[in-house]
């Protein structure tokens, strides 16, 4: 039952922002310096989604600008296991949300 006035409609969207973002965090780093035109060509998103996330990434302090494309900065490879653990905290969240309204939808 996909609909699109669907209550979870607004996390299925940001979900998707994150994940994009992600995919160009891992690409980094594997690999940086990275451009727009490389980032598309590894991780299959359109070079217009991959500029505004770059945008939003680096307002976010997680990436700076360089002649030679995208890097992760200082912070970020300072702080990879707190943001690992921020992740892991929201699934969390996310699994209780489940398991709570399962059980509240099949209350017999």
Do not use: C
Request: charged share 35%.
């Amino acid at each position: 039952m996909e609909n699109s006035n669907s209550l979870f409609r607004e996390i299925k969207t940001d979900l998707e922002t994150v994940k994009r973002h992600l995919s160009i965090i891992q690409t980094l780093l594997r690999e940086q310096p990275v451009g727009i035109i490389k980032i598309s060509h590894e991780t299959g998103i359109p070079e217009h989604k991959i500029r505004y996330s770059l945008r939003v990434l680096e307002k976010e302090g997680l990436i700076l600008p360089s002649r030679e494309g995208a890097i992760l900065t200082p912070e970020f490879l300072d702080n990879k296991e707190k943001i690992a653990d921020e992740a892991r905290k929201l699934a969390e969240q996310m699994t209780e949300m489940y398991h709570d309204l399962k059980s509240s939808l099949v209350k017999k």
